[in-house]
């Protein structure tokens, strides 16, 4: 170890170039930084219930990616009047295109764009120019081609869509990877009856579906070239569109935060080029129709039948222009009531009303959009951009509120980036005020805030080049490693200041390798405890945690290895300090702060006289807290992230008591057999089992709000067939009925899979599975927990296993709720898994370096005592144990440790040389002492930062983190050192028997310096 610092002294340049040239090395990474508010970003990829979610999206689509709208008058009137649907029509038309594209529409548009910018493009991945050449897009089929598609149904593609092609070889891979296991590892719940039957292929996640997955845009992305850009308004831009033309061009602008006070002022070419790029992408997500349902009350559905036919009919007739035409009279707006009326379906759905009286008597209070988007591996852009189309509508005596997982996911997103943007200008401040207060000089607060910035920057750039996303719990990565790297530049610094004396007595040089040896020794040792200690949360199943332990345990060496050579390099170019006074290396030195060294004499004089009753009275502490433990409890579901009067979190109150639920999971259902789903019995079963999930217990105490399924389509059929009576609103009792009602059906089935689009949510290919969407969410003021998911599946366990028709059956459920079960389950035994790996490791590790069973044992008590206290005050309080907060144990044992084995090593050191125990303790606080409160400060401040959050868990682990900080300083500067006191533990013994007889690790990190 001597070695390598004086090489890092005698050539200190060639340090400080490497650490400048790995520096820009790493700050390249920062361009692949992206942030993941979601969920599977935080599942495991290979636990099932994530497997068996996957899946279902393929067959019945993604759920997670539910909006749901809330529509109301500012004023609280009924909401059916012709202002209010003049203000929905054009941002229903533009979400519309999204559903169905029109690719002659959309090219015209596109090509006025480019005819009056001057600006061309040419196709990615192609060589040539296109100028203003339009390229054959996918859709650009001849007639004979189309009618091929549509007489053999052709599997890849449609006359009405776009072509949807295969997936490439890296997608494939994905879904070997995604898919691998066995169907029998699904936790289905069955019974020994239904194991009899044919295990159903859907759910045989060794076989991919044969259907492509994520759909792909009808032609390449293109390559524009700006060169020719002149300038023109968005007046000008706005004469060559129409109508919903112009209402994009609106929202992007909205949405793209573009600032334009006069229309007829030239555009920027910045400006026009972020429309062209926003306009761009949009073309592609419309060409793939990324809306798969969208369900609302001007293009909405509702079915009629004749002798021969049931057919969709949209809520508004169209104009001979197109346009939807608004109801004027009152005659016309109560039979538009009656079509929302007519289908019980629509309520809660599409509809809801001022009271529970008669719904026919009752005012319609808002309405609602709900949309589903295709699978697609990202939806952060559009989901985004959906987001402020909408919102773009709020106002005029509208109002609009949002919610939904993509919903959550965005605010979730943009949170994480402000907390970024508080955190590292406040940490990097509070840091800097931290070092001036405990050195007082120029040198002290630029080496090390310096040292903290580059271990900062070098983790985050390495997990930028790996891309690696940014979760809620890798958002905390740059303060934290701050605030460690803090305290190893502190510990190296505050070395340096001590042995100034030392110094001027031996030379600069040779003082500084001494002094650098000795504490380089002891920061290497706490760093690798510390980064063991983070290394355990990577035996974590949450996918997030281990990118965090992982990181965090990277980040810790990085900012140890610049604190040992940046700061001792630079020092060695720099002319050492004055020293003041005569006295020996003992002497107070006016840098220090005089509080601090108040401190450390009065827990000297605690420990050194009244140990005995340290110990008691901590005993009896740990004994009150303890009790708190068993007030603990887990909650994972991302709306208590959210403080009250955040948007997200008063938006899914609104639309959860309008419309009875904003996140939407899967209860899929097993018939045993294809075409299973059209026997009587099996639909009434399921109609059954609705109503069971929403009564007044499922609502109360399980907050399971609202169901959709195939029975709703069935029941609306038999309805319109039979003079649209509502004692007709029921499964029929005929077999053969059904069936007929599903082949005149004359809905589109525009990927030619069996099943009518509309129904694709309900059922699969075969038609033998039902998907029931069970709606949850915020019910009488009460957020859906945890807690509810597991004994909402019990609920239905125990229901089917007492049917005698469930009996039959299979079953399964996915989600997002599922989710949040599964990782509220994985927080809780990870959570007991590291508290119990770090302890024992962090006591192997000191047994091990100081050839010690009591040393070993030593280390554990600070810590241990924390983790009591903390978690204990947490139980007390009613405070949740969420995933940011799981983390608590691992940062506070891996980075308390560090004072712990600082104040062993120091004590050990000067047991040899102290006549007395008593004399040790006090030159063990007068030097390791300071160095401990220092860091601690630095600590506790850089945690605090955390305070800042949006989020209500990071706020609580920053305030929990200090609270911690402040407890395992104390532990280890006055606890440990009573504890040994009391018990009179002598340090310098060591084990010497078995394989220790030869092996002495202890003394490689020992050296001569300690007799300095």
């Given at each position: 170890m001597r070695k390598l610092i004086e090489l890092n002294i005698r050539y200190p340049k060639i340090v400080l170039a490497f650490i400048t040239a790995f520096t820009f090395f790493t700050l390249a990474g920062f361009k692949n930084l992206y942030f993941d508010g979601s969920t599977e970003a935080l599942m495991p990829k290979k636990n099932i219930q994530y497997l068996l979610g996957e899946r279902a999206k393929k067959i019945y689509g993604d759920n997670k990616t539910f909006f749901i709208a809330s529509i109301e008058t500012t004023d609280g009137s009924d909401i059916l009047n012709e202002k209010v649907f003049h203000h929905i029509i054009p941002l229903v038309t533009e979400l519309e295109e999204f559903k169905k594209f029109n690719f002659e529409l959309e090219d015209k548009r596109l090509d006025h764009l480019l005819n009056i910018s001057g600006v061309t493009f040419k196709e990615k991945n192609q060589k040539k120019d296109s100028s203003l050449q339009k390229q054959p897009s996918a859709m650009e089929k001849s007639l004979e081609e189309q009618m091929d598609s549509e007489i053999f149904k052709d599997q890849k593609s449609s006359a009405s869509t776009p072509a949807v092609n295969a997936e490439s070889d890296l997608e494939k891979q994905m879904d070997e990877e995604i898919f691998e296991g066995k169907a029998s590892d699904a936790p289905m719940r069955e019974t020994e009856e239904s194991q009899k039957k044919q295990d159903n292929p859907n759910w045989d996640l060794s076989k991919p579906l044969a259907n492509d997955f994520y759909p792909e845009p009808s032609r390449a992305g293109r390559d524009y070239n700006y060169d020719n850009y002149h300038e023109i308004s968005l007046a000008k831009i706005k004469e060559g569109l129409d109508d919903a033309g112009k209402h994009q061009l609106d929202s992007i602008i909205y949405h793209k935060k573009i600032t334009i006070t006069d229309e007829n002022a030239p555009l920027s070419r910045d400006t026009f080029q972020e429309i062209l790029e926003t306009w761009e992408f949009l073309y592609l997500q419309k060409s793939i129709e990324i809306i798969k349902t969208f369900m609302n009350p001007i293009t909405g559905e509702d079915i009629v039948g004749t002798a021969e036919e049931l057919k969709p009919v949209e809520f508004l007739e169209k104009d001979a222009d197109g346009n939807y035409r608004i109801p004027q009279t009152k005659e016309e707006w109560d039979i538009y009531r009656r079509k929302l009326y007519g289908n019980p379906a629509f309520e809660y759905g599409l509809f809801s009303t001022k009271s529970s009286a008669d719904i026919k008597s009752d005012r319609i209070g808002a309405l609602a959009l709900n949309m589903v988007l295709r699978p697609q591996k990202d939806h952060t852009l559009i989901s985004n951009y959906f987001f402020d189309t909408i919102q773009r509508y709020d106002g005029g005596g509208v109002s609009i509120r949002q919610a939904g997982v993509p919903v959550m996911k965005i605010f979730i997103q943009e949170y994480m980036?402000?907390?970024?943007?508080?955190?590292?200008?406040?940490?990097?401040?509070?840091?800097?005020?931290?070092?001036?207060?405990?050195?007082?000089?120029?040198?002290?607060?630029?080496?090390?805030?310096?040292?903290?910035?580059?271990?900062?920057?070098?983790?985050?750039?390495?997990?930028?080049?790996?891309?690696?996303?940014?979760?809620?719990?890798?958002?905390?990565?740059?303060?934290?490693?701050?605030?460690?790297?803090?305290?190893?530049?502190?510990?190296?610094?505050?070395?340096?200041?001590?042995?100034?004396?030392?110094?001027?007595?031996?030379?600069?040089?040779?003082?500084?390798?001494?002094?650098?040896?000795?504490?380089?020794?002891?920061?290497?040792?706490?760093?690798?405890?510390?980064?063991?200690?983070?290394?355990?949360?990577?035996?974590?199943?949450?996918?997030?945690?281990?990118?965090?332990?992982?990181?965090?345990?990277?980040?810790?060496?990085?900012?140890?290895?610049?604190?040992?050579?940046?700061?001792?390099?630079?020092?060695?170019?720099?002319?050492?300090?004055?020293?003041?006074?005569?006295?020996?290396?003992?002497?107070?030195?006016?840098?220090?702060?005089?509080?601090?060294?108040?401190?450390?004499?009065?827990?000297?004089?605690?420990?050194?006289?009244?140990?005995?009753?340290?110990?008691?009275?901590?005993?009896?502490?740990?004994?009150?807290?303890?009790?708190?433990?068993?007030?603990?409890?887990?909650?994972?579901?991302?709306?208590?992230?959210?403080?009250?009067?955040?948007?997200?979190?008063?938006?899914?109150?609104?639309?959860?008591?309008?419309?009875?639920?904003?996140?939407?999971?899967?209860?899929?259902?097993?018939?045993?057999?294809?075409?299973?789903?059209?026997?009587?019995?099996?639909?009434?079963?399921?109609?059954?089992?609705?109503?069971?999930?929403?009564?007044?217990?499922?609502?109360?105490?399980?907050?399971?709000?609202?169901?959709?399924?195939?029975?709703?389509?069935?029941?609306?059929?038999?309805?319109?067939?039979?003079?649209?009576?509502?004692?007709?609103?029921?499964?029929?009792?005929?077999?053969?009925?059904?069936?007929?009602?599903?082949?005149?059906?004359?809905?589109?089935?525009?990927?030619?899979?069996?099943?009518?689009?509309?129904?694709?949510?309900?059922?699969?290919?075969?038609?033998?599975?039902?998907?029931?969407?069970?709606?949850?969410?915020?019910?009488?003021?009460?957020?859906?927990?945890?807690?509810?998911?597991?004994?909402?599946?019990?609920?239905?366990?125990?229901?089917?296993?007492?049917?005698?028709?469930?009996?039959?059956?299979?079953?399964?459920?996915?989600?997002?709720?599922?989710?949040?079960?599964?990782?509220?389950?994985?927080?809780?035994?990870?959570?007991?898994?590291?508290?119990?790996?770090?302890?024992?490791?962090?006591?192997?590790?000191?047994?091990?370096?100081?050839?010690?069973?009591?040393?070993?044992?030593?280390?554990?008590?600070?810590?241990?005592?924390?983790?009591?206290?903390?978690?204990?005050?947490?139980?007390?309080?009613?405070?949740?144990?969420?995933?940011?907060?799981?983390?608590?144990?691992?940062?506070?044992?891996?980075?308390?440790?560090?004072?712990?084995?600082?104040?062993?090593?120091?004590?050990?050191?000067?047991?040899?040389?102290?006549?007395?125990?008593?004399?040790?303790?006090?030159?063990?606080?007068?030097?390791?002492?300071?160095?401990?409160?220092?860091?601690?400060?630095?600590?506790?401040?850089?945690?605090?930062?955390?305070?800042?959050?949006?989020?209500?868990?990071?706020?609580?682990?920053?305030?929990?983190?200090?609270?911690?900080?402040?407890?395992?300083?104390?532990?280890?500067?006055?606890?440990?050192?009573?504890?040994?006191?009391?018990?009179?533990?002598?340090?310098?013994?060591?084990?010497?028997?078995?394989?220790?007889?030869?092996?002495?690790?202890?003394?490689?990190?020992?050296?001569?310096?300690?007799?300095?």
């Open positions: 980036k402000r907390d970024l943007k508080i955190f590292l200008p406040i940490v990097i401040l509070v840091v800097i005020f931290t070092f001036y207060l405990n050195f007082r000089v120029v040198r002290g607060v630029v080496l090390p805030s310096i040292s903290v910035i580059l271990g900062m920057i070098w983790t985050l750039g390495i997990l930028g080049h790996f891309r690696i996303p940014v979760t809620t719990i890798v958002n905390i990565l740059p303060p934290l490693l701050i605030a460690v790297g803090s305290s190893y530049s502190i510990h190296v610094f505050n070395q340096y200041m001590h042995d100034q004396k030392m110094m001027h007595r031996e030379g600069k040089k040779a003082g500084l390798v001494l002094s650098m040896s000795y504490i380089s020794l002891t920061v290497i040792l706490a760093a690798f405890t510390t980064f063991v200690g983070f290394l355990t949360l990577t035996t974590s199943e949450v996918t997030s945690m281990r990118h965090f332990g992982i990181f965090a345990a990277v980040g810790t060496l990085l900012s140890m290895g610049i604190a040992v050579t940046m700061i001792p390099a630079a020092l060695s170019i720099m002319n050492l300090l004055p020293v003041h006074g005569s006295g020996g290396a003992s002497d107070e030195r006016v840098h220090h702060n005089p509080v601090v060294m108040k401190i450390v004499k009065f827990i000297s004089y605690l420990v050194v006289n009244h140990s005995r009753w340290v110990v008691f009275i901590t005993g009896g502490i740990l004994v009150i807290f303890s009790i708190g433990l068993f007030g603990l409890y887990v909650e994972t579901a991302p709306m208590f992230y959210f403080e009250k009067d955040s948007y997200v979190y008063t938006a899914d109150k609104k639309i959860s008591e309008n419309f009875h639920g904003s996140i939407a999971l899967n209860l899929i259902i097993d018939s045993g057999k294809n075409g299973g789903v059209k026997d009587p019995e099996f639909l009434k079963f399921i109609e059954e089992l609705r109503s069971f999930l929403t009564n007044e217990e499922g609502k109360n105490q399980y907050q399971q709000l609202h169901t959709i399924a195939f029975g709703d389509v069935i029941k609306r059929m038999h309805k319109a067939m039979n003079e649209d009576k509502m004692e007709y609103f029921v499964i029929p009792d005929d077999r053969s009925v059904i069936e007929d009602y599903i082949q005149i059906y004359s809905g589109n089935d525009k990927d030619s899979d069996g099943r009518i689009d509309e129904w694709e949510q309900f059922v699969d290919r075969d038609f033998r599975e039902v998907n029931v969407v069970v709606r949850t969410g915020t019910w009488k003021g009460n957020l859906f927990r945890t807690s509810m998911s597991k004994k909402g599946e019990k609920r239905i366990a125990d229901y089917m296993g007492s049917h005698p028709y469930g009996k039959k059956l299979t079953w399964r459920m996915v989600g997002e709720t599922i989710n949040f079960r599964v990782l509220s389950e994985l927080v809780v035994s990870g959570q007991f898994q590291s508290i119990f790996l770090t302890i024992i490791i962090v006591g192997l590790i000191v047994f091990l370096l100081f050839q010690s069973f009591k040393a070993g044992i030593l280390a554990i008590i600070p810590i241990s005592a924390s983790i009591v206290i903390v978690y204990g005050f947490m139980g007390f309080f009613d405070i949740a144990l969420d995933i940011p907060k799981s983390m608590l144990a691992a940062i506070a044992i891996g980075i308390g440790v560090d004072d712990t084995i600082h104040v062993l090593k120091t004590l050990r050191a000067n047991l040899k040389h102290s006549a007395t125990m008593k004399d040790a303790i006090i030159a063990m606080h007068a030097e390791a002492g300071l160095s401990v409160i220092y860091t601690s400060v630095a600590l506790i401040f850089g945690f605090s930062v955390l305070m800042f959050s949006n989020f209500e868990p990071v706020f609580y682990l920053g305030w929990l983190m200090a609270s911690t900080m402040v407890v395992t300083t104390i532990g280890a500067l006055l606890l440990l050192p009573a504890v040994i006191c009391f018990f009179k533990v002598d340090l310098r013994v060591k084990y010497t028997k078995g394989i220790f007889r030869w092996i002495h690790l202890d003394k490689f990190f020992e050296n001569d310096s300690e007799t300095k």
